[in-house]
């Protein structure tokens, strides 16, 4: 167990290509900002459905 974990550490450290900060902080604004559009864009998808059944069950109660 203790070999796969220096084996493992090793590997992250030596193998492994980190973006660069300024990097990681633009993909991290790209990420949220699509985050933001993609929960408006199901809030939005929701309340029409929402309204939708409303209106579709009012119809069948009159």
């Known amino acids: 167990m203790i ?3 220096k084996e493992s550490y090793s590997e992250l450290k030596n193998h492994v290509t980190w973006t660069t900060w ?5 993909l991290t604004v790209i990420v949220a900002a699509f985050s933001v ?3 408006l864009l199901v809030f939005g998808i929701d309340t029409v459905f ?3 059944i409303s209106e579709y069950f009012g119809w ?3």
Do not use: D, F, H
Request: hydrophobic share 40%.
């Open 3 to 5: 070999n796969y974990i």
């Open 22 to 26: 300024s990097e990681a902080q633009r």
């Open 37 to 39: 559009v993609l929960a």
């Open 50 to 52: 929402s309204g939708v």
């Open 60 to 62: 069948i109660k009159s």
